[in-house]
């Protein structure tokens, strides 16, 4: 035998032992990684000694108090929930008419629709930002509201269509073949089978889609002129231009609506879906 | 919702009568579902990237004289082919990282850990924070006298401040990429039969051995859709470059974000757009062309291959 | 009038006829099963009745009325289907209420329907649970009370019971005669599976690849199976092949390489002329054996040939043996004796009135191992 195999040959009985102890590791690693950020920022929303100074010298909760009396930031909150809340009505709505065609119609374009709904995942935010300026305000002329909720429909229908489709796919519809079989025409048994069956799917959709256009920046920033800054622009202009140690504050308010958006998501269907492609 | 009353019984006929219309009308019936969200897709998504091919061959304006000149003066500007070289290795740079720390991740969760759903739910939590937000914690960390540099010091080590360099910006799109690219990878990895690699190491591959050839071959295409899902849109990015990345890491994104927002030259952002999607393009059909599914649900995972 | 009249129906799917030209009736109170190996056609058949197919041709009358046409929520008929379809967001209650809720009967009198059914399949006390809570027996009640309750002029039935263990299976088999009794309903079953169909039917209706082999009583099928597929399908047979050297009307002479043997007119297939190849079945439960030193073996008046046994099954009051024929190949044999050892020499016979002889066609031979235990998948088309 020689040196190099016996080499290779004690490296994978080491990698054999160590494995459950090298993966922990990885995991702790990489967990910490991504949550030690969110906790600074938890962390220095109550740090007294101003914008930036690590560590702080005392615990304060005089920013959250600034905040809440701070009316351009508030505007800011109200207007990304005006245009967050009809955007996601729209592409729920949307996404589930594409899951449902998708899921029981055979017709030509089929797969274009399926690439047309995933696409705007793939196509760098910046593009899709540039192309939507061009032609919602260069060329259509839109109302800046309409411009940014549709792009903000644009933005989520890809990722609510990722989590109501599988919920149909998985949906077993010898339910409905039954339902018509003990007297419910298509109408009642859309309402009273397949609907309830779905509906957690289409909820945690719409609270993902939710989140996801509450936290949108790309489009908006392109698309939107100089009217009333959603909460992502502000904090944008912000961290741009002054910082102040309200943005802190802020962060934690995006962390909560998030955290709690995607935990009854979660809870609503399953997370493994999330990993379905 | 028991039998209708006969005040009813008229609007109840009424929908009797559209329902049998649309089931004698199966055509119709497609049509009516799958036709607004197409038109909504074509017309809001798929018509502005035409106009935005279109706006690129104009001359500083839109409806102006047709002309090649975005292109010739992107293309033989060296500052901006440089700036494209400088995305194209800090984007392989960045899939380069998440391929190797994510794929470790995705198999220590799914072959080592019986808290899956835990665990797969703190990864991808943070992705639904604000972009923003999550490079301004990075600021707080990475700054002079930031969060780093102070534990550095309370370990007696030198202060670093990494902010506003290009191991900032690579930390950044790692930290914002990372949960997406798990997906893929997680999803390649669970639809593996584990029978596999027993069956690879009881046939006396070790675990290296058999993670070259079984584990790796047989996830491919999750591997290749995460690393698509972090290469493009780092590609685009600009938020990071600007925020960590300072003046000596600009990436193409930023320029194009210049031409929209303080030097409007719409045409000439629009050329550059289209140079972005012409590679996001090229990507796209390579990594078909390897198997890496991104369309439907003809790809779960790498248990096919 | 007959409850359910089906006549010439016929369903194509693109090129392939999945049921060609059937037709058969089922009286009021009758219990009929449609049996048959996968991709015969029965599931079709069935779910044309049920209305979640429009046959390509043909009628099919329930209580004299055509029903061709009509959607499934407007026939007098409910199925128990093979997955039983329980909604999993309803109660055990609101499943079986929910064809009644359909029809407008008030939420107090469903309730009270509900109870009842529950206690006529077993349940009481179950109404408020969720179907996942239940077992799969249980399930298989709720989904036949689901049915019942509405009090359809005929139940279906999709193989059902194919997803039970054997026990199991079997104890639900009483409990569907014991139902069928009490609630004086009309049930058409369809299975695979010979067993369930043997044991709880009136009549049988044996499908293969589409068409009617036979209509009977369980008994009529036995003993006189109208084919090959019939005899091979119901029951086990041997088969020898043999060719018909002269026949009449009272008789054929059988060469199954033994000399001619006269068989009677009646054990012979319609179809069958002098010189045809010919498969000559017969039951084990007609073969008798006999010591080899004890017997002649030239008679001429019965199939006979001398052997060594392979192997002995103990089947309780019986014995299974296969024996190595020096005529035909391997015969199986289930005599009362269990005298015979394994390599002993042994006399195998049958007499020719035990005998049903069909033409030889290689192609309409069930294959009896694969259709046992495989659902009747490639049936049904999606849409």
Redesign the interface.
């Known amino acids: 035998m020689s040196a190099l195999s016996s080499l290779?040959?004690a490296?994978?009985?080491t990698?054999?032992t160590h494995?459950?102890r090298?993966?922990?590791a990885?995991?702790a690693l990489?967990?910490a990684?991504?949550?030690?950020?969110?906790a600074?920022?938890v962390f220095?929303s109550f740090a007294a000694g101003g914008v930036?100074?690590?560590?702080p010298e005392q615990l304060t909760l005089e920013w959250y108090r600034v905040f809440l009396t701070n009316d351009a930031a508030i505007d800011a909150i109200v207007t990304t929930i005006t245009i967050s809340v009809p955007a996601t009505i729209i592409t729920v709505t949307?996404?589930t008419?594409?899951a449902?065609?998708i899921d029981?119609?055979?017709?030509p374009?089929?797969?274009w629709?399926?690439?047309?709904?995933?696409?705007?995942?793939?196509?760098?935010?910046?593009?899709?930002g540039?192309?939507?300026?061009?032609?919602?305000n260069?060329?259509l002329g839109l109302p800046e509201y309409v411009s940014v909720v549709?792009?903000h429909?644009?933005r989520t229908?890809p990722f609510a269509t990722l989590v109501i489709l599988p919920t149909f796919?998985t949906f077993?519809r010898?339910?409905e073949?039954?339902?018509?079989?003990?007297?419910?025409?298509?109408?009642?048994t859309f309402?009273?089978?397949t609907l309830?069956?779905i509906f957690p799917g289409i909820v945690a959709g719409g609270l993902?889609a939710f989140?996801?256009s509450?936290?949108e920046?790309?489009y908006t920033y392109?698309v939107k002129g100089s009217g009333d800054p959603t909460l992502?622009v502000y904090?944008?202009n912000q961290?741009?231009y002054n910082v102040t140690p309200e943005?802190n504050v802020?962060?934690v308010v995006?962390?909560v609506v998030?955290?709690t958006?995607?935990?009854v998501a979660?809870s609503l269907t399953r997370?493994?879906l999330?990993?379905?492609? | 919702m028991a039998g209708r009353s006969d005040a009813g019984s008229a609007i109840g006929d009424r929908i009797d009568a559209i329902t049998a219309y649309f089931r004698s009308r199966p055509r119709l019936r497609t049509l009516v579902v799958a036709g607004p969200p197409y038109a909504v897709l074509v017309l809001f998504f798929a018509i502005p990237l035409l106009v935005m091919l279109v706006v690129s061959f104009q001359t500083s304006e839109i409806g102006g004289p047709w002309t090649l000149s975005n292109y010739t003066n992107f293309l033989t500007s060296e500052t901006y082919l440089t700036v494209v070289w400088q995305t194209l290795v800090i984007s392989l740079q960045v899939t380069a990282i998440i391929a190797v720390v994510g794929y470790a991740l995705a198999y220590s969760i799914v072959r080592f850990s019986r808290r899956t759903t835990l665990l797969l739910l703190l990864v991808i939590l943070p992705f639904w924070t604000s972009y923003i937000i999550r490079m301004y914690a990075w600021i707080n960390i990475l700054q002079s006298d930031g969060v780093l540099d102070s534990t550095l010091n309370l370990f007696g080590l030198p202060a670093v401040g990494l902010l506003y360099s290009q191991p900032a910006v690579l930390i950044g799109f790692t930290y914002v990429w990372l949960p997406l690219a798990i997906l893929p990878f997680y999803a390649s990895l669970t639809n593996l039969d584990p029978d596999l690699i027993e069956a690879s190491k009881d046939l006396g591959a070790g675990p290296i051995r058999t993670f070259t050839s079984v584990t790796l071959p047989m996830t491919k295409n999750g591997v290749i859709t995460g690393l698509i899902l972090t290469f493009i849109p780092t590609f685009g990015s600009f938020i990071t470059p600007r925020l960590l990345g300072g003046t000596n890491n600009i990436m193409i994104g930023m320029v194009i974000e210049n031409q929209f927002k303080s030097a409007f030259n719409w045409p000439f952002g629009a050329a550059i757009g289209m140079v972005i999607s012409v590679v996001v393009v090229a990507l796209l059909i390579l990594a078909t062309r390897f198997g890496g599914g991104l369309f439907g649900q003809r790809s779960q995972g790498g248990a096919e291959a | 009038m007959s409850l359910l009249h089906v006549s010439g129906l016929t369903k194509e799917f693109g090129d392939l006829v999945a049921v060609d030209d059937v037709d058969f009736d089922v009286e009021d109170g009758e219990f009929v099963s449609i049996l048959g190996p996968s991709g015969s056609g029965k599931s079709t058949v069935l779910r044309m009745v049920a209305g979640f197919e429009e046959p390509t041709a043909g009628t099919i009358a329930l209580e004299g009325e055509e029903i061709v046409g009509k959607p499934p929520f407007e026939r007098d008929v409910n199925m128990v289907f093979q997955d039983l379809a329980l909604f999993p967001h309803l109660t055990v209650a609101e499943n079986i209420g929910y064809g009644l809720k359909q029809q407008g009967v008030p939420k107090a009198e469903r309730r009270e329907r509900s109870e009842r059914m529950l206690e006529m399949v077993r349940l009481e006390g179950y109404g408020d649970r969720t179907p996942a809570e239940l077992s799969g027996g249980e399930q298989q009640r709720v989904a036949l009370a689901r049915a019942l309750v509405n009090e359809p002029a005929l139940v279906l039935f999709d193989e059902p019971l194919s997803s039970l263990d054997r026990k199991l299976r079997q104890h639900m088999q009483t409990e569907l005669q014991r139902i069928q009794t009490e609630t004086d309903t009309t049930f058409l079953y369809v299975t695979h599976d010979q067993e369930v169909a043997l044991a709880v039917s009136d009549r049988l209706i044996v499908l293969n690849d589409g068409g009617t082999q036979q209509i009977g009583t369980v008994e009529d099928l036995y003993e006189d199976p109208a084919s090959r597929f019939v005899a091979d399908f119901i029951g086990d047979v041997n088969t020898v092949t043999g060719r018909v050297t002269d026949l009449d009307d009272d008789r054929a002479l059988i060469d199954a390489g033994t000399g001619e043997i006269p068989v009677p007119r009646t054990a012979i297939a319609a179809d069958v002329a002098a010189g045809d190849d010919v498969d000559v079945c017969v039951r084990p439960y007609q073969v008798s054996l006999r010591d080899a030193a004890t017997t002649e073996t030239d008679a001429t008046d019965a199939f006979a040939s001398t052997g060594t046994v392979l192997s002995r099954s103990y089947q309780g009051s019986d014995s299974l043996y296969d024996v190595d024929t020096d005529a035909w190949g391997t015969v199986s044999a289930e005599v009362r004796e269990d005298a015979f050892r394994n390599g002993e020499d042994v006399t195998v016979t049958w007499a020719p009135e035990h005998v049903h002889v069909y033409r030889r066609d290689d192609e309409d031979r069930p294959d009896g191992g694969e259709t046992e235990d495989r659902p009747d998948g490639g049936e049904t088309e999606d849409e």
Request: hydrophobic residues 65%; proline residues 5%; charged residues 15%.
């Open positions: 290779s040959a490296v994978e009985r990698v054999h494995a459950a090298m993966a922990t990885v995991i990489v967990i990684f991504l949550w030690i950020p969110i600074v920022l220095m930036l100074s690590f560590p949307l996404s008419m594409i449902y065609a029981r119609y055979v017709f374009g089929r797969d629709l399926q690439m047309l709904a995933t696409l705007p995942i793939i196509v760098p935010l910046v593009v899709t540039v192309a939507m300026v061009l032609f919602f260069g060329t549709v792009a429909v644009i229908i796919l077993d010898r339910l073949e039954a339902s018509k079989d003990l007297g419910a025409d298509e109408l009642r309402w009273q089978v309830p069956n993902l989140t996801l509450f936290n920046f790309v392109f992502p904090i944008w961290i741009r943005v802020i962060s995006f962390l998030a955290v958006m995607v935990l979660v997370v493994d999330l990993t379905r492609q």
